[in-house]
């Protein structure tokens, strides 16, 4: 946690999302940060396709649906709820997609 932070607490559905579209479909972020730290609850709509490849590092937890994602070096990886995947900056690019849509929650 960012240093000085003392206790808080979160209420994601007062965050108004803001909309990313994708390839196709569209991301619903909801941010919260809190120093250099980004706190975020992702929804992808049904079809989602991410429109770039990510190289920042993240913590991902799918909460609900199923997450494709794609690593540059051609691996692909298929996340259910409760399962997540952790990455470090500048290591593999990945690339999101959905067909049934997901929610996540990003630590960045």
Known sequence: MAAGHSFS??????????VHPGE???????????????????EYTPGYVADHWCSRGHV???LKGELRTELNDGRVLMLRA???YEVATDQEAHRSS???GATLFIVD
């Open 82 to 84: 409760g399962q997540s």
């Open 24 to 42: 196709s479909g569209e991301a619903r972020w909801r941010t919260k940060s809190i120093g250099a730290l980004r706190l975020r609850v992702v």
């Open 98 to 100: 959905s067909t049934t």
């Open 60 to 62: 991902l937890l799918v």
């Open 9 to 18: 607490t979160t209420d994601w559905c007062a965050i108004e999302p803001v």
